[in-house]
């Protein structure tokens, strides 16, 4: 086993603390695809969490279907090419909430 592959989350820290169980994620404020992960999103205005519905297997003819409405929340998987973030209007800033990969442990035994 090779060091430094392992991680370490603290309980009781605050999202986005370098060992939160919890890290932000900054989508900017554009329509993007998101990279592959689980996330939460906040309820916020003009942006909607959509899931390519297209089962032909051609991706430049994407049919976006919501799975996250407008100014709602809630969980989703993005596989890293086929869920996005739908910006309807203007440049809203779009945070996601996702699971830390922790703080790399630097030996067996840190002190």
Excluded: C
């Amino acid at each position: 086993m090779a060091l430094g592959l392992n991680k370490i989350l603290v309980a009781g820290s605050a999202t986005n603390a370098a060992s939160s169980y919890f890290t932000a994620y900054a989508a900017g404020n554009a329509t993007v695809v998101l990279p592959a992960g689980t996330y939460y999103i906040t309820p916020t205005a003009n942006v909607t969490i959509e899931l390519n519905t297209n089962t032909t297997g051609n991706i430049s003819n994407a049919t976006w279907g919501v799975v996250v409405a407008n100014n709602a929340g809630g969980l989703f998987i993005a596989d890293g090419t086929n869920v996005r973030a739908n910006v309807l209007a203007g440049t809203p800033t779009i945070t996601l909430f996702t699971v830390n990969g922790g703080q790399n442990v630097s030996s067996t035994y840190a002190s």
